[in-house]
């Protein structure tokens, strides 16, 4: 059984910040919903999927009308959407590294419940330099038994790593972080400045050839948005510093991109970064709000190296209020903003219960992909770029007001008929001949007609490629 409402329901609050028509009934409508089941949830994550994947879908088939002059029809399976919220890529004779390090998880406090994110070497250093303690599991648990939440939570943020109590929705709800997240929209959007359209070797088939989408994003909802741009022809660059690394996600977001690496440290390589985003046609981040100003690489600035430029950026806590420039990721908002409290009472659990999906950053993901898209929409109209910003605090505000009160009670979100387990049925065909040895990719989760996603590259390194451009194939 599919649960319609709750999906157009959704569908409809995730709409773009301008139309491409005053008329606000040419907004596009919910695509056809096929498949049948549902992640097993306290909050609608199936129909969170279905909605999100469906934005992006609609945002491109929207693109292609405007190009083109008919805008195809879009559908979405639920089933593959909720298997793409997870993971889409399942290895052949090898196997993916571990998305988590050893210290990364949920402990108890002397007053509640804290997670760490550690994923990262200089986040886990950070928290293990409050704690006192080496990377030990046991030994973390034991010291963080001593400290009262919140205090731990300061501390390692002061100190430059990434924590979060956990609060419940009506704490969150109350938290002067809570209050400027649900005031904030959907989506920030400034107009840009007017500049070339580009993209001028696109087809109906390949509606995004020609476009340069340059990639600053890592775990999760970036890379994510990118896949997607690439999936219909889109030329990704994505740069990395040398330090950085997340081999258990590479494989799954790398599809359709190359990968490359700049030092900002280095003035020349900061200046080729400048190179690159005069040339771009979409750029996507996820820095916190004052890093890329610190570089000379600020909103405005980068207007005026690419006048026309489409600039998509994500932050963890939202773009206003005191935790706007907090370092953040999914699991960590969701033990801030009360859903994995909700998932805990939900389901009588003794520790938090997150959602079983990163339903954050994937749809933060695919709605920043629908951003970009609306706003190369908007550039074929007007020649005019644009900015958006998205976080995932407000992408999981969305989600918790279609489901629960703020006292969080749970609302009535549809079937809960469990999806049937995957099948080989669900692969794709083809083999991808990944960096890392053979692998299948699940099929599409949506289809835009006449519009196939398929990818250019297989999944490949960090810093496997050049940072320059690639030469245009005719």
């Given at each position: 059984?599919?649960?319609?409402?709750?999906?157009?329901?959704?569908?409809?609050?995730?709409?773009?910040?301008?139309?491409?028509?005053?008329?606000?009934?040419?907004?596009?409508?919910?695509?056809?919903?096929?498949?049948?089941?549902?992640?097993?949830?306290?909050?609608?994550?199936?129909?969170?999927?279905?909605?999100?994947?469906?934005?992006?879908?609609?945002?491109?088939?929207?693109?292609?009308?405007?190009?083109?002059?008919?805008?195809?029809?879009?559908?979405?399976?639920?089933?593959?959407?909720?298997?793409?919220?997870?993971?889409?890529?399942?290895?052949?004779?090898?196997?993916?590294?571990?998305?988590?390090?050893?210290?990364?998880?949920?402990?108890?406090?002397?007053?509640?419940?804290?997670?760490?994110?550690?994923?990262?070497?200089?986040?886990?250093?950070?928290?293990?330099?409050?704690?006192n303690v080496g990377a030990d599991h046991e030994k973390v648990a034991q010291a963080i038994a001593a400290w009262q939440a919140n205090d731990l939570e300061e501390a390692i943020i002061q100190a430059g790593g990434c924590a979060a109590m956990m609060r419940s929705l009506q704490e969150w709800a109350q938290h002067p972080q809570g209050k400027s997240v649900k005031a904030e929209p959907l989506f920030h959007f400034e107009e840009g400045r007017p500049g070339s359209v580009g993209g001028n070797l696109a087809t109906a088939e390949r509606p995004l050839a020609g476009i340069k989408v340059l990639d600053m994003t890592r775990v999760l909802a970036g890379p994510v948005s990118t896949r997607f741009l690439a999936g219909y022809g889109a030329q990704v660059l994505r740069i990395d510093p040398p330090f950085w690394t997340e081999p258990g996600m590479v494989p799954e977001v790398t599809l359709g991109k190359r990968c490359a690496m700049l030092d900002f440290r280095?003035?020349?390589?900061?200046?080729?970064?400048?190179?690159?985003?005069?040339?771009?046609?979409?750029?996507?981040?996820?820095?916190?709000?004052?890093?890329?100003?610190?570089?000379?690489?600020?909103?405005?600035?980068?207007?005026?190296?690419?006048?026309?430029?489409?600039?998509?950026?994500?932050?963890?806590?939202?773009?206003?209020?005191?935790?706007?420039?907090?370092?953040?990721?999914?699991?960590?908002?969701?033990?801030?903003?009360?859903?994995?409290?909700?998932?805990?009472?939900?389901?009588?659990?003794?520790?938090?219960?997150?959602?079983?999906?990163?339903?954050?950053?994937?749809?933060?993901?695919?709605?920043?992909?629908?951003?970009?898209?609306?706003?190369?929409?908007?550039?074929?109209?007007?020649?005019?770029?644009?900015?958006?910003?998205?976080?995932?605090?407000?992408?999981?505000?969305?989600?918790?007001?279609?489901?629960?009160?703020?006292?969080?009670?749970?609302?009535?979100?549809?079937?809960?008929?469990?999806?049937?387990?995957?099948?080989?049925?669900?692969?794709?065909?083809?083999?991808?001949?990944?960096?890392?040895?053979?692998?299948?990719?699940?099929?599409?989760?949506?289809?835009?007609?006449?519009?196939?996603?398929?990818?250019?590259?297989?999944?490949?390194?960090?810093?496997?490629?050049?940072?320059?451009?690639?030469?245009?194939?005719?």
């Amino acid at each position: 059984m599919n649960d319609p409402f709750t999906i157009s329901a959704l569908f409809h609050a995730m709409r773009p910040p301008t139309s491409l028509r005053a008329d606000q009934s040419a907004l596009p409508q919910p695509p056809r919903v096929q498949g049948a089941g549902s992640l097993t949830s306290a909050f609608p994550v199936t129909a969170f999927a279905t909605a999100s994947i469906g934005r992006a879908a609609q945002a491109l088939a929207g693109y292609v009308g405007a190009r083109f002059g008919q805008q195809p029809a879009v559908s979405v399976d639920r089933r593959l959407a909720s298997f793409w919220f997870g993971t889409s890529l399942r290895a052949e004779d090898w196997q993916v590294p571990d998305v988590r390090d050893p210290v990364t998880g949920d402990y108890r406090t002397r007053d509640g419940w804290i997670r760490l994110h550690t994923n990262a070497p200089h986040h886990q250093a950070a928290a293990l330099s409050v704690l006192n303690v080496g990377a030990d599991h046991e030994k973390v648990a034991q010291a963080i038994a001593a400290w009262q939440a919140n205090d731990l939570e300061e501390a390692i943020i002061q100190a430059g790593g990434c924590a979060a109590m956990m609060r419940s929705l009506q704490e969150w709800a109350q938290h002067p972080q809570g209050k400027s997240v649900k005031a904030e929209p959907l989506f920030h959007f400034e107009e840009g400045r007017p500049g070339s359209v580009g993209g001028n070797l696109a087809t109906a088939e390949r509606p995004l050839a020609g476009i340069k989408v340059l990639d600053m994003t890592r775990v999760l909802a970036g890379p994510v948005s990118t896949r997607f741009l690439a999936g219909y022809g889109a030329q990704v660059l994505r740069i990395d510093p040398p330090f950085w690394t997340e081999p258990g996600m590479v494989p799954e977001v790398t599809l359709g991109k190359r990968c490359a690496m700049l030092d900002f440290r280095e003035a020349q390589q900061l200046e080729q970064a400048r190179v690159l985003l005069a040339q771009a046609d979409v750029f996507v981040h996820g820095y916190r709000s004052d890093v890329l100003d610190r570089l000379g690489l600020g909103a405005q600035a980068r207007q005026v190296i690419r006048p026309g430029l489409i600039d998509v950026c994500l932050d963890a806590y939202g773009w206003t209020g005191p935790w706007n420039k907090r370092r953040g990721f999914d699991s960590l908002v969701q033990m801030s903003n009360g859903i994995a409290w909700a998932g805990m009472q939900h389901f009588g659990a003794d520790k938090p219960t997150p959602l079983p999906v990163q339903a954050l950053d994937q749809a933060s993901g695919y709605l920043m992909a629908a951003a970009a898209l609306q706003g190369l929409t908007q550039r074929l109209h007007s020649a005019t770029g644009s900015i958006y910003r998205l976080s995932l605090a407000r992408t999981g505000e969305l989600l918790v007001s279609q489901s629960h009160d703020e006292t969080g009670t749970p609302g009535n979100h549809g079937s809960q008929e469990k999806l049937e387990p995957e099948t080989p049925a669900d692969y794709a065909t083809e083999t991808e001949h990944t960096d890392w040895g053979p692998a299948k990719r699940l099929k599409p989760p949506c289809k835009v007609e006449g519009v196939p996603m398929k990818w250019d590259y297989p999944a490949n390194a960090l810093r496997s490629s050049l940072a320059q451009w690639e030469t245009p194939r005719h």
